[in-house]
């Protein structure tokens, strides 16, 4: 959410970001909003000068009535001013019921108009012009065929998605076995490599009221994403950043305390609404996974500089497990209303011979901050709002099919990365049971 100052001051500039962000439907918001903010802050200052009205008359009238003991005709003017107290009583009544009124239309038309994104986002409609920016390690393509990653896990007795289809539905499975182990073991290894950056590792609550959810996410991602709890005001969570995040809902964070540089552990659940073609089945895209999320709030001043050791922190983590992957700049189009700036960390498939998602890092800017309140009190006592930034740093199942597919060997088996093997009780790979 963009600061209201900035559309009274600038409004083409809003109105160009929007252009930006292919999102010309918005555009009669940005004049939506400057109305409201008209008739809010005539009905505030209308109300300010009753309320100064009020108490000078409210003098006035104490006056006369002392006055009243000795000039009877003081007291009929102490009721004139009675009533054109109770009068503008009446109007401020109204007043401060209009404030509200137009203090809730202004915040959800302001929640729907897009953040300012970075002058350095590419510009384009949607994610077929996300920009590639480099690569890390050489894609290979073995010289024997790759299975689905499914089959790799069946192998392996490692999964089992029809039990799951007859408890839960689609989208859901059981990890078994060594696969079982591997998914933790990356896990933990994610854990103790950000742990080795200086981050605070976290265990964060798995579901948020819906006031949090508001404030860490737009309302098309909200609906598209989350899961309520019917009768609650609970939400599961998608993804750890929110309610990591919505920990500091109307906290004032004092500025030496910057930066706070937090790694969560958590489950996520998602809906993933929308069609599913033959790379989204098996483990690709579920309606339940487990994450290990870095998190960082800084000084306006240094976020910009975190999200990009940011990133740089997955490359190091998924090539320390001989996995090739490539940074990807999001482009205007393909960044969520809150997202100021983007990349997306993409592993290489040999079997598909492309790159796919693993990673997503944004800079938030101050829209989270804004939206819950979130404030630094600088050693001279300014107060200024937070940046906050999130990005993925292993999301296991699906990582598990990059880490497969790159360490398949011809034998059917799997080379485990040396990383994980302390977290494998040794193993050195994984061998198909049939």
Same mark, same amino acid.
Request: hydrophobic share 40%.
């Given at each position: 959410?963009?600061?209201i100052?900035?559309?009274?001051? !600038?409004?083409?500039?809003?109105?160009?970001?929007?252009?930006k962000?292919? +999102?010309?439907?918005?555009?009669?918001?940005?004049?939506?909003?400057?109305?409201l903010?008209r008739?809010?802050?005539?009905?505030?200052?209308?109300?300010?000068?009753l309320?100064? %009205?009020r108490?000078q008359?409210?003098?006035?009238?104490g006056?006369?009535m002392g006055q009243?003991?000795?000039?009877?005709?003081?007291?009929?003017?102490?009721?004139?001013?009675?009533?054109q107290?109770? =009068?503008?009583?009446?109007r401020?009544?109204?007043?401060?019921?209009?404030?509200?009124?137009y203090?809730?239309?202004?915040r959800a038309?302001m929640?729907?108009?897009?953040?300012?994104?970075?002058?350095?986002v590419?510009?384009?409609?949607d994610?077929?012009?996300?920009?590639? *920016?480099q690569?890390?390690g050489?894609?290979? $393509?073995p010289d024997?065929?790759?299975p689905?990653?499914?089959?790799?896990?069946?192998?392996? !007795?490692?999964?089992?998605?029809?039990?799951?289809?007859?408890?839960?539905?689609?989208?859901?499975?059981?990890l078994?076995?060594?696969?079982?182990?591997?998914?933790?073991?990356?896990?933990?290894?994610a854990?103790?490599?950000?742990?080795?950056?200086?981050?605070?590792?976290v265990?964060?609550?798995?579901?948020?009221?819906?006031a949090?959810?508001? @404030?860490?996410?737009?309302?098309? /991602?909200? /609906?598209?994403?989350?899961?309520?709890?019917?009768?609650?005001?609970?939400?599961?969570?998608? &993804?750890?950043?929110h309610?990591?995040?919505?920990?500091?809902?109307?906290q004032?964070?004092?500025? =030496?305390?910057l930066?706070?540089?937090?790694?969560?552990?958590?489950p996520?659940? %998602?809906?993933?609404?929308?069609?599913?073609?033959?790379?989204?089945?098996?483990?690709?895209?579920?309606? +339940?996974f487990?994450? +290990?999320?870095m998190?960082?709030?800084?000084?306006?001043?240094?976020?910009?500089?975190?999200?990009?050791?940011?990133?740089?922190?997955?490359?190091?983590?998924?090539?320390?497990?001989?996995i090739? $992957?490539?940074?990807?700049?999001?482009?205007?189009?393909?960044?969520?209303?809150?997202?100021?700036?983007?990349?997306?960390?993409?592993?290489?498939?040999p079997?598909?011979?492309?790159?796919?998602? *693993?990673?997503?890092?944004?800079?938030?800017?101050?829209?989270q901050?804004?939206?819950?309140?979130?404030?630094?009190?600088?050693?001279?006592?300014?107060?200024?709002?937070?940046?906050?930034?999130?990005? &993925?740093? *292993?999301?296991?199942?699906?990582?598990?099919?990059?880490?497969?597919?790159?360490?398949l060997c011809?034998? @059917?088996?799997?080379?485990?990365?040396?990383?994980?093997?302390?977290y494998? @009780?040794?193993?050195?790979?994984?061998?198909?049971a049939?």
């Amino acid at each position: 959410m963009i600061d209201i100052k900035l559309i009274r001051e !600038n409004p083409e500039l809003v109105r160009e970001n929007i252009r930006k962000k292919f +999102q010309e439907a918005k555009l009669p918001l940005v004049d939506r909003a400057l109305e409201l903010d008209r008739l809010n802050r005539a009905a505030i200052n209308e109300a300010s000068e009753l309320r100064a %009205r009020r108490n000078q008359l409210s003098k006035q009238i104490g006056a006369l009535m002392g006055q009243a003991k000795k000039d009877p005709a003081k007291a009929g003017e102490a009721e004139a001013l009675k009533a054109q107290v109770k =009068a503008d009583g009446e109007r401020l009544a109204q007043l401060e019921e209009l404030e509200g009124k137009y203090d809730g239309e202004l915040r959800a038309v302001m929640m729907r108009i897009p953040q300012i994104i970075d002058p350095s986002v590419p510009i384009g409609p949607d994610d077929s012009c996300n920009v590639e *920016v480099q690569r890390f390690g050489e894609p290979k $393509v073995p010289d024997f065929p790759i299975p689905y990653h499914t089959q790799i896990m069946e192998s392996l !007795n490692g999964i089992d998605l029809d039990g799951a289809r007859r408890v839960a539905g689609n989208g859901f499975y059981y990890l078994m076995g060594d696969v079982a182990r591997l998914h933790e073991a990356v896990l933990a290894y994610a854990r103790d490599f950000m742990i080795g950056k200086g981050f605070t590792y976290v265990i964060p609550p798995f579901m948020m009221h819906g006031a949090i959810v508001e @404030g860490v996410m737009s309302q098309s /991602d909200m /609906d598209a994403m989350m899961y309520k709890i019917e009768g609650e005001d609970l939400y599961l969570i998608g &993804t750890s950043e929110h309610s990591m995040i919505g920990r500091y809902i109307d906290q004032i964070i004092p500025e =030496a305390s910057l930066p706070h540089t937090l790694t969560s552990y958590s489950p996520c659940f %998602r809906k993933e609404k929308g069609a599913h073609g033959l790379e989204e089945r098996g483990v690709y895209r579920i309606h +339940q996974f487990e994450k +290990q999320e870095m998190i960082v709030m800084c000084k306006p001043e240094d976020s910009m500089t975190w999200y990009e050791r940011m990133w740089n922190y997955s490359v190091e983590l998924f090539r320390s497990m001989d996995i090739p $992957v490539r940074q990807l700049e999001c482009c205007s189009g393909d960044l969520a209303d809150l997202k100021v700036k983007s990349c997306d960390i993409e592993a290489w498939s040999p079997r598909q011979e492309k790159y796919f998602e *693993v990673c997503s890092c944004s800079n938030l800017g101050d829209a989270q901050a804004r939206r819950l309140k979130i404030r630094i009190r600088g050693e001279d006592g300014k107060m200024t709002l937070a940046h906050t930034l999130n990005n &993925t740093v *292993v999301a296991p199942p699906r990582m598990l099919i990059a880490l497969l597919e790159n360490n398949l060997c011809a034998d @059917g088996s799997v080379r485990i990365p040396e990383p994980l093997r302390p977290y494998m @009780g040794g193993k050195e790979r994984l061998v198909p049971a049939k």
